[in-house]
């Protein structure tokens, strides 16, 4: 059993910053492509950044310039730096790995807030 143990999630102002982290076990995070996706009530989940094991990255246009994503391969950690953060960017975040099979982590609740 693939597990991807998430953290970092919580409660900020808008504006403010949040860190997330998706640990992996090595045989997973030294070949997939790691993604972060959100999941806000009553909508879709939506990928929010993802990047390769050769450390291609992509993002939705929504958090271009906001959050960054980027991976520590000797901590086999994935990591998505949220600044700017708006109301909009509430959600449950997810880390998935996708490669030859795709595996999801528990999710970590984000909310944006005054």
């Known amino acids: 059993q693939v597990q991807l143990v998430e953290s970092g999630g919580g409660l900020v102002q808008p504006g403010g910053s949040l860190r997330l982290s998706c640990a992996a076990p090595?045989?997973?995070?030294?070949?997939?492509?790691m993604g972060w996706y959100r999941q806000a009530p009553g909508k879709q989940r939506e990928l929010v950044a993802r990047?390769?094991?050769?450390?291609?990255?992509n993002y939705a246009d929504s958090v271009k310039g906001r959050f960054t994503i980027f991976r520590d391969n000797a901590k086999l950690t994935v990591y998505l730096q949220m600044n700017s953060l708006k109301p909009e960017d509430t959600a449950v975040y997810y880390c998935r790995a996708s490669a030859a099979y795709v595996y999801w982590g528990q999710g970590t609740q984000v909310a944006v807030s005054s």
């Open positions: 990047i390769t094991s050769g450390g291609t990255t």
């Open positions: 090595e045989s997973i995070f030294s070949i997939y492509t």
